[in-house]
DNA sequence: GCCGTTTTCGGCCCGACTGTTTTCAGTCG
């Protein structure tokens, strides 16, 4: 059975085999919208299908729905069967190098029979490429570049690595003289899970020296580009950095360029160009040519006759037409929060006192405090066996006489679900407990049945309060568990338990995706930050960050109702 | 290939930067 995520790389894979051969760009720009459609849709496509309700998907017609179809069916599909005849598959690899794209990779196939990443190589080291149309020395040093740097970079970074690096280049931009304002856009504003290049925005009406004392840095080790309005860099670690200047009247629309998505972007832009407008970076052009300059970002969006979205929305998802109802959501934000309901002592693996996280979440302004160390079968984590789990409840009853009505502290567990759905503790053991939270940890791998069926199971267990990162995934290299999601999200309703968006910045785990789909039916959320030390605690803003993408109010999330609706919710099943 | 109260056919975002091209094509975001 093909996920979405697996439609979706077969569809960009079309896309890139029609590109080379030099289809139409409108033909290709629609399987790649198609694609990326599908990632964001959490009802998966071969539930659609069953139902006769592909077309429902946005981007997807008839050709593509039939071709979704004929891949549900036969696992295959004829279509790229034969592309992949015409077009060597081996170069789609090459558009991953920099400077080479659709046009240069059929030169290279066509005239020098060049068809892997190996094959480029060589022939840029044997100075083949410089004799063929349109290239001369330089493209080929940058190709040889591109090559090289393609073998540094690693894949995405965690948004939770590349945000503190971002925070220090914005301060030391900001010191720069000449610059009014700037800010972190692209992927990093929209808090993305995992971030590729690092982009910058500055106003200033000196972008030149801006330029130069940016690509004169010294954590700069290569200079990609470098223009009056915008330059490129990679960084001594890999990671590469764009810097958009524009003087401060045009601020407000380089902010809403550069922080995209690139999908969010078109479709503002088609919307401008219906009001006979043109939206670019600059400025907005009416059909006259007259330029009217935004400060503002909040004013772009008011010339369309839109409210100001959310970073966090830009993904093409709805948020346009949203807006233009004037149905944006009212989105979550760290303040609402005030329980964190899944942390860990030195009872188990986390590093301090159940004394010293207590502090901790009072010094956050909590009211309330869950403590779920994990349960003895998870050995490497020093899980705590019955009777360890009961001489914790007498400490934990300590400190919360100390602490009197300060924060409420609850005795929870991070329960281990066995591989075959039975939870790491006895019922009656459990009924002790303020909170539950049960998670997989083992075993990941199970085919989709079997893990899917373990995880009702354990969600059927009256005692389970909340699922800990359901679905396992460890950023960027463990996948999550492949689920049945419409399943498990079926269960998770019925028994009335709450899924957890782990805030962890390699999990945050439910996905934005799952958790729109999931509050969207109803299903509780929880935000908790895993905490294994009091520091962690602070990634509660990348789980937030989580339930903002996935369009939440505070009132889908449990951590943000009074203590005593909270209570109550623990208590409904007791 | 998709899509629509300005269209079921004819559109489909816009500009910066680079290299090679003497006026522009390719790539990128």
Redesign the pocket.
């Known amino acids: 059975m093909l996920s979405n995520q697996e439609l979706a790389a077969l569809f960009e894979r079309i896309a890139d085999l029609l590109e080379i051969k030099g289809e ?1 760009i ?2 290709t ?3 790649r ?2 694609a990326e ?1 599908l990632r964001g849709s959490a009802e998966e496509a071969a539930l659609l299908a069953n139902q006769n309700r592909l ?1 429902e ?9 039939e ?1 979704i179809q004929e891949l549900l069916d036969t696992g295959k599909l004829e ?1 790229l069967v034969r592309l992949e005849q015409e077009v060597p598959p081996g170069l789609i690899e090459l ?1 991953q ?11 290279f196939w066509k005239q020098a029979g060049i068809t892997s990443l190996a094959e480029l190589e060589s022939a840029a080291r044997a100075g083949k490429l ?1 004799s063929l ?10 190709i040889l570049e ?1 090559l090289d740097a393609l073998k540094r970079r690693s894949s995405r970074r965690l948004l939770g690595n590349v945000r503190p690096v971002a925070l220090r280049w914005l301060q030391w931009l900001r010191a720069q003289p000449g610059v009014v304002q700037a800010e972190a856009a ?1 992927s990093l504003r929209r808090w993305r899970a995992t971030i ?2 690092l ?1 910058l925005v500055a106003a200033s009406e000196n972008s030149s020296a801006v ?1 130069a004392a940016f690509t004169g840095h010294a954590d700069v080790q290569r ?10 860099v990679e960084l001594k670690d890999g990671l ?1 950095m ?1 810097l958009w200047v524009q003087p401060p009247a045009r601020f407000g629309t380089l902010l809403q ?2 922080s ?1 998505s ?1 999908d969010h ?2 479709r503002l ?2 919307l ?12 907005i ?1 009416a059909a006259g040519g007259a330029e009217t300059l935004y400060a503002g970002e909040a004013e772009v969006y008011a010339a369309l006759g839109l409210p100001w979205i959310p970073p966090e929305l830009r993904e093409d998802r709805g948020e346009i037409q949203a807006a233009l109802e004037n149905k944006l959501p009212h989105l979550l934000e760290t303040a609402d929060i005030h329980a964190d309901l899944h942390t860990h002592t030195d009872w188990s693996d986390g590093s301090v006192s159940l004394q010293a996280m207590a502090e901790a979440a009072l010094a956050r302004g909590y009211q309330v405090l869950a403590i779920t160390d994990h349960s003895v079968g998870l050995g490497v984590a020093n899980g705590l066996s019955v009777d360890r789990l009961r001489a914790q409840r007498a400490e934990m009853n300590a400190v919360q006489a100390r602490l009197g009505g300060r924060l409420r502290l609850l005795q929870g567990s991070e329960v281990e679900i066995h591989a075959d759905g039975s939870l790491d503790f006895p019922d009656e053991v459990l009924a002790e407990l303020d909170i539950v939270v049960a998670s997989l940890h083992s075993s990941l791998r199970q085919p989709r049945a079997q893990v899917t069926e373990r995880l009702v199971r354990a969600m059927r267990n009256p005692h389970v309060d909340i699922i800990g990162h359901p679905s396992g995934r460890q950023m960027p290299n463990r996948e999550g568990a492949d689920l049945d999601w419409e399943a498990v999200l079926a269960a998770a309703r019925e028994s009335g338990v709450a899924l957890e968006i782990n805030a962890q910045p390699a999990r945050m785990d439910l996905d934005e995706i799952y958790a729109r789909r999931a509050a969207s039916l109803g299903i509780p959320l929880a935000i908790d930050t895993d905490a294994h030390e009091p520091d962690q605690m602070g990634w509660m803003e990348y789980g937030v960050s989580v339930a903002r993408r996935a369009w939440l109010g505070p009132a889908a999330v449990l951590n943000t109702w009074p203590v005593e609706q909270l209570l109550a919710w623990l208590q409904r099943k007791r």
Do not use: C, H, W
């Open positions: 139409v409108y033909k720009l629609a399987y919208r198609a459609s077309l998907i946005p981007a997807v017609g008839k050709a593509i729905a071709k279509f558009l190098v920099p400077d080479v794209g659709p046009k240069k990779a059929a030169l410089r149309p349109g290239l001369g020395e330089k493209s080929e040093g940058r591109g692209g590729g290049d982009d330029m200079v990609l580009g470098q223009g009056e309005n915008k330059s490129s590469t764009q360029f550069v995209g690139k972007n078109v832009r088609e401008a160009q219906k009001k006979g407008l043109s939206l670019s970076e600059r400025a052009t």
